[in-house]
């Protein structure tokens, strides 16, 4: 069965620092991948996606994220976060009608 | 500008109620979902449809209903039988149900039970 599995539940991290938000899958085929993030109270914009190609793949506002098929991770990083990264961030994997997300990580901004 | 409008934002219902969540596309996308979305759990696949008329499904279809008249409109009902319908309810479209596609959200709505 396809799942996703994302560790962490909660992570803190000061502005300005890096940030690595893990995301692992379980997929019988080539896996198609997002990473999603939700401000509080609204929908989910799509950050970046990996269907094929070149395992590095870069998103919007800054984020980028591996696909290491060896590992099933698709981690999502950031060089230097800003206050306004603070969020709920899912991943997720599989086509739109059987799209299988993981619990999401919450990410707080140090000042 | 193009994109998934969901109405109302907040929405409040008796116990015993049907309520009916609004969502509309401008994308000319050809598929329509709807998740609903709890604390810690992710999100789950309620129903989705490829194209007008037709629709199936998902994971937690149990209490809710849907339609599909036309391209741009998805609505659902959440029904008295549904047993915990207090939730957030997401609404989505893609261009179609393809493996290289993905899926836009709308802003969602949250339905709470009183």
């Known amino acids: 069965a396809q799942s996703v599995t994302q560790p962490d539940i909660h992570i803190t991290v000061s502005e300005g620092a890096s940030l690595e938000l893990r995301c692992n899958y379980s997929y019988g085929a080539t896996p198609y991948l997002f990473w999603y993030v939700q401000s509080p109270g609204q929908g989910l914009q799509l950050l970046l996606k990996y269907f094929s190609g070149d395992t590095l793949v870069q998103g919007i506002k800054g984020f980028e994220a591996e696909f290491k098929r060896s590992q099933s991770s698709f981690n999502l990083r950031k060089p230097s976060v800003h206050w306004s990264d603070a969020a709920e961030y899912f991943c997720a994997v599989g086509a739109p009608q059987k799209l299988v997300f993981g619990q999401g990580t919450r990410l707080t901004i140090n000042p | 500008d193009g994109g998934i409008t969901q109405s109302p934002k907040y929405l409040f219902r008796k116990e015993g109620q049907n309520v009916t969540l609004s969502c509309e596309q401008n994308l000319n996308h050809d598929a329509m979902y709807w998740y609903r979305q709890d604390p810690g759990q992710g999100l789950r696949l309620i129903y989705y449809s490829q194209i007008v008329n037709d629709f199936q499904k998902g994971d937690i279809a149990e209490g809710y209903s849907v339609s599909r008249e036309k391209k741009e409109s998805f609505p659902l009902t959440v029904t008295s039988a549904q047993k915990n319908p207090t939730a957030f309810y997401l609404c989505?479209?893609?261009?179609?149900?393809?493996?290289?596609?993905?899926?836009?959200f709308g802003q969602g709505t949250r339905l709470t039970v009183v």
């Open positions: 989505a479209s893609s261009i179609g149900t393809g493996m290289r596609t993905e899926a836009f």
